[in-house]
């Protein structure tokens, strides 16, 4: 199975596109595992979505954002939905206040912001995962905090099917299949970048911000 990390912020030909919801959004409370009571993801959006989208060269249609949420703008949700492509949870539109780019504000149509499922569990060993625990939980799949990893794989038994989806056990990190990356070239859309999921890696999360794709 192909599958690839959908990149957010440090783009393909060099930007940072993302989106800032500042103080002009609510956030609500981290959800809990109901087995380990661990928090799972970051702090959750409250609708009405209002903020800035920082782009320092190019627009995308399609990115991931420091909030662990994906970035849409109108085109790519109409063709996601013309395609039936399944993922997607939690749809809502942005208010767009600004835009820190070289772009007017008018310019840059509706965008939305949207959460993704989990779809699948991560292969700890084949991915080299390294948290300070030992003991996972069965149901989240917390094993402690994360400082490393060589790549990602998932258990290809676990699969939902979903063509968009969050991993149970690496938090931040969303999958897309080929079927994606494939309707993204063909329309086509403008993607933030997409890597092949065996080369999205970062060593050392103690000491780096940024995921390493070199080769």
């Not at 192909?2 to 930007?15: I, R």
């Not at 103080?23 to 661990?38: F, I, L, P």
């Not at 009405?48 to 849409?72: C, H, N, Q, V, Y």
């Not at 890696?201 to 940024?210: G, W, Y």
């Amino acid at each position: 199975m192909n599958l690839f990390v959908l990149k957010g912020m440090y783009c393909d030909d060099g930007s940072e596109f993302d989106f800032d919801p500042g103080e002009w959004t609510s956030v609500g409370d981290a959800q809990k595992c109901k087995v380990c009571g661990k928090f799972i993801g970051m702090l959750p959006l409250v609708p009405p979505i209002r903020g800035k989208i920082e782009a320092s060269k190019s627009i995308f249609d399609l990115s991931g954002t420091s909030g662990g949420d994906i970035l849409l703008s109108e085109r790519c949700l109409g063709a996601f939905k013309e395609h039936g492509i399944q993922g997607l949870t939690g749809i809502h539109s942005i208010e767009l206040l600004g835009i820190n780019a070289p772009f007017k504000k008018e310019s840059v149509g509706t965008f939305y912001l949207a959460g993704v499922e989990w779809g699948a569990e991560l292969d700890r060993i084949r991915s080299g995962l390294k948290t300070t625990g030992e003991q996972v939980c069965s149901d989240c799949g917390y094993g402690g905090l994360i400082e490393g990893y060589d790549r990602v794989a998932i258990l290809e038994e676990s699969w939902t099917g979903k063509d968009l989806f969050s991993i149970k056990g690496l938090p931040g990190v969303v999958l897309t299949t080929e079927r994606v990356r494939s309707l993204c070239r063909t329309f086509p859309l403008a993607v933030c970048g997409f890597v092949p999921a065996e080369k999205f890696r970062a060593p050392n999360l103690s000491n780096t911000l940024r995921t390493d794709t070199n080769d």
